[in-house]
């Protein structure tokens, strides 16, 4: 059964922007439970590092009074019906040409409190950086902290779609709150994280870039050849062709009786619930004719420790700042051990 939510499963035929869905379902839990517009009211001022008094009313796409006719994609009223802060929402979507200054403008005129963009965690630092030079070509920005920013007067920070969502669940845990409405935006949110489609960057197309992603195919093409050379493991890749594949690039061997998968994987490198690794590998032995898991594997299985494993898979790690011999030795001598390991279950 999926543990995903109707909501995230519902999502590709939702009309309009990814962006609306999110905020309008946001919007929607802080209207109808005060703990929640509470608990979300002074998250977003301890990010913005000022206090917030009284309870605030959130509406969605409220134009602005300029030509630009800007909309945030949220606005937070006090109890006086003020304007006072501006919540964008984002996912994968660039920035447009009113982002943030634009919003930035009209807070300054309004005398408002802040700007505050709501992002996945894979995003911040990059949006963060955008905003901060879109900012400083029309604005003297006076820095706060890592992540906050006075613009005359008007607050600039931003947050993750984890950070709100997490806090939300607590809250609503320590205050016997049914989560039902919450966890559909949760599974929704975490949907996009997993699926959507990051913007290009120029330096994506750099040649560096070029280069840094060959290495994958290179090293793992480097370490089959190594354990050839170490004759008592007996390797061959006889018939076993290597193999590019959407998400990365498998080498296979077979070394004494055992068939080995070594993987650059980026379904298993992203996955949050596993190791942070780009590199696998899967040991099993040739049963009719495929290559399975029999009872020896799974008991070997079993005395790896469950965060090393990602199902039947085994995480490999590479060593940063050394030379390609230094990280194929590595990786070698890790793929060894696990040999071993088997061979004595």
Not at 280 to 309: F, H, N, S, T, V
């Amino acid at each position: 059964m999926s543990d995903t939510s109707l909501l995230a499963q519902l999502y590709p035929y939702f009309k309009g922007s990814q962006e609306d869905v999110a905020t309008a379902s946001l919007q929607y839990l802080l209207s109808e439970n005060e703990i929640f517009n509470e608990a979300f009211t002074r998250l977003i001022f301890e990010k913005l590092q000022l206090e917030s008094f009284g309870k605030y009313q959130y509406r969605c796409q409220v134009s602005g009074k300029s030509e630009e006719k800007e909309r945030p994609d949220m606005s937070g009223y006090n109890e006086l019906g003020d304007e006072k802060v501006l919540c964008e929402s984002k996912f994968y979507a660039s920035l447009t040409s009113n982002q943030p200054n634009t919003y930035l403008k009209r807070l300054i005129e309004e005398k408002g409190s802040g700007l505050i963009f709501i992002c996945p965690k894979l995003r911040l630092s990059s949006l963060w950086t955008e905003m901060l030079e879109r900012a400083k070509s029309e604005f003297s920005i006076k820095e706060i902290s890592e992540k906050c920013v006075d613009v005359y007067g008007v607050r600039m920070s931003i947050i993750t779609w984890t950070e709100i969502l997490d806090n939300l669940s607590d809250v609503a845990l320590n205050n016997n709150v049914d989560q039902m409405d919450l966890k559909q935006l949760k599974g929704y949110c975490e949907k996009l994280d997993s699926e959507a489609f990051i913007p290009f960057d120029e330096t994506d197309f750099s040649i560096e870039n070029a280069v840094k992603m060959e290495r994958h195919v290179w090293l793992l093409d480097e370490v089959v050849t190594a354990l050839k050379k170490e004759k008592v493991l007996y390797i061959s890749t006889a018939h076993l062709n290597a193999t590019p594949q959407r998400t990365g690039y498998s080498r296979y061997f077979k070394a004494k009786d055992w068939c080995v998968s070594l993987i650059m994987d980026t379904t298993k490198w992203k996955n949050p619930h596993s190791s942070i690794t780009p590199y696998w590998i899967k040991i099993c032995k040739q049963i009719d004719g495929k290559w399975q898991m029999d009872e020896q594997c799974k008991k070997a299985l079993l005395r790896i420790p469950e965060k090393e494993k990602d199902g039947e898979y085994i995480a490999i790690y590479a060593p940063c700042y050394v030379t390609l011999e230094e990280a194929v030795l590595c990786i070698k001598e890790q793929i060894k051990r696990y040999l071993e390991l088997f061979e004595t279950t």
